[in-house]
C-alpha cells in the first residue's frame, strides 16, 4: 500500500536549472496538491488540482508550472530554479466528499538550489 | 492576509503528563480545523478534524477543542508518551474552498522525555 510516492526524495541543482518532482497517488483521489515547508514559514500551497484535467493556484505558484497527467499523476516543475526555491516539497492526495477532507502526504522532496 | 500562530518553541513535559498545543487564527472564520502530526524527514500525518460547532472532539488520548470566539483550537495528549514526541500542525480551512486551500501553521514541537 504504497500511498502517496514523490521522486527524487534529494536533489541538487544549480540556479536556472530546471527540473520535474514526480507524484503518484494509488488511493484513486480526486485531489492532488504541491506544498513547500520552509523553517519557520509552515507548509505553503503552490498549486492544486480538484480532479483529472483542471489545476489551480494556490498562495505560491510564482516559478512552477504543474501537470496533472491523470488520476494517479502529479507532476511540479521548476523551470529555472532560484536559490528561493530551495525547500521541502511535499505532494498531497484527498478524496472528495469527504467528512473530514484528511490530506495524505508523500514523504518529501528535499530541493537545494546552488 | 489569513494568518496561524502556532508557539514556535518546543514544549517539553514528562512521561505521563498532559500536553497542550495551542492554535490561534486570525482573519478569517474556518468551519473546520484539522490536526497533523509530523516526524522529522516525513509527511504530516492526519489526526483530528472539529467542525466550528462541535467545540470539543475525542480520539483515543487525543483532544482537541474549538472556539470560534477566540479564534483558537487547543489540542491536548493525555498520558503523553515518549512516542508521542513529533511535530504537530493545525490547519484551519478558509470558508468555502472544501478542504482545498488548507492552510497550515508552522507546528510546535512536542518533547516528552521519560
Known amino acids: 500500500n504504497a500511498g502517496v510516492t514523490q521522486t527524487p526524495k534529494f536533489q541538487v541543482l544549480k540556479t536556472g536549472q530546471s527540473m520535474t518532482l514526480q507524484c503518484a497517488q494509488d488511493m484513486n483521489h480526486n485531489s492532488m496538491y504541491w506544498y513547500r515547508q520552509d523553517p519557520g514559514m509552515g507548509l505553503r500551497l503552490i498549486y492544486y488540482s480538484a480532479s483529472e484535467g483542471t489545476t489551480d493556484k494556490g498562495e505560491v505558484p510564482n516559478g512552477y508550472n504543474v501537470s496533472r497527467l491523470n488520476k494517479r499523476e502529479f507532476s511540479l516543475r521548476l523551470e529555472s530554479a532560484a536559490p528561493s526555491q530551495t525547500s521541502v516539497y511535499f505532494c498531497?492526495?484527498?478524496?472528495?466528499?469527504?467528512?473530514?477532507?484528511?490530506?495524505?502526504f508523500g514523504e518529501g522532496s528535499r530541493l537545494t538550489v546552488l | 492576509s489569513q494568518k496561524i500562530e502556532q508557539n514556535s518553541e518546543a514544549l517539553n513535559i514528562q512521561e505521563g503528563k498532559t500536553a497542550t498545543l495551542t492554535c490561534n487564527y486570525t482573519n478569517y472564520s474556518p468551519a473546520y480545523l484539522q490536526w497533523y502530526r509530523q516526524d522529522p524527514g516525513r509527511g504530516p500525518v492526519f489526526l483530528l478534524l472539529i467542525r466550528e460547532n462541535e467545540k470539543e472532539k475525542r480520539k483515543e488520548r487525543l483532544k482537541v477543542t474549538f472556539d470560534t470566539t477566540l479564534k483558537q483550537s487547543l489540542f491536548h495528549i493525555t498520558a503523553s508518551q515518549p512516542a508521542d514526541s513529533a511535530t504537530y500542525l493545525c490547519a484551519p480551512d478558509p470558508p468555502n474552498t472544501g478542504f482545498q486551500k488548507l492552510v497550515f501553521g508552522t507546528g510546535t514541537r512536542l518533547l516528552v522525555s521519560p
Open positions: 498531497a492526495s484527498s478524496a472528495t466528499g469527504t467528512d473530514t477532507g484528511e490530506l495524505f
